[in-house]
């Protein structure tokens, strides 16, 4: 039977969601293609009709998933961003968190293509913090971007490291209330 364009074009779409979510659960590597087109709900047989290669649904994956990040925390302020960031909640929920977290490690060590989607998330990620902030006082650009980043990088390897222990230790928690005071007391210095 033949499916439409518009029908092809939700099909495609429900496999980068679905892979979106695997590979942050699992890794890039821990998924093989049978597997996520069958938790997609098609066969094996369709992958290559909606990709060129793995890499390519990688790519468009981590695209999809930093999109999605990025318009969870967009408007937050640094507080609500940082509170949200390094919750245990997004700790535990692999699947639907932040997909820097779950697969910058596995990325740096991708295809071009891969590195690229997550350099346009980062940046992504940069302009909605940059544009949460810009309350109408007149900042210096450069040391906002700067400064954002270095947010970004201490909560996403607070993050990380919380879920590299195990889930209810209490340095799991302790490591995302550190890094939660850290930048809250850093805040507080600037506003004083």
């Known amino acids: 039977m033949k499916v439409s364009k ?13 892979a979106s979510a695997l590979f942050r659960e699992r890794g890039y ?24 290669s793995k890499a390519d649904l990688m790519a ?30 997004h700790r535990d929920q692999r699947a639907t968190g ?8 596995d990325a740096a060590r991708k295809e071009d293509e891969v590195r690229a989607a997550f350099a346009a998330g980062i940046e992504a990620q940069v302009s909605a913090m940059h544009e949460a ?5 007149e ?8 400064a954002n980043l270095a ?8 993050l990380i490291m919380s879920r590299a222990c195990p889930d209810d230790s209490a340095l799991a928690d302790e490591i995302l209330a550190a890094c939660r005071a850290d930048i809250q007391g850093r805040q507080d210095e ?3």
């Open 60 to 89: 468009q994956a981590s695209a999809c998933g930093l999109a999605e990040s990025a318009a969870r925390t967009a408007g937050a302020s640094t507080e609500a961003f940082v509170n949200l960031y390094l919750s245990r909640e």
């Open 29 to 52: 590597d821990g998924v093989g293609i049978a597997d996520l087109m069958a938790a997609a709900g098609f066969t094996q047989g369709g992958f290559y009709k909606h990709f060129e």
């Open 139 to 146: 900042q210096d650009a450069a040391a906002m971007r700067a």
């Open 6 to 18: 518009q029908q092809a074009q939700a099909n495609r779409a429900h496999i980068v969601q679905t």
């Open 190 to 192: 600037e506003q004083s």
């Open 98 to 105: 932040c997909t820097l977290a779950a697969l910058c490690s």
């Open 133 to 137: 902030k810009a309350d109408g006082e």
């Open 151 to 158: 947010l970004m990088a201490q909560v996403l390897g607070g």
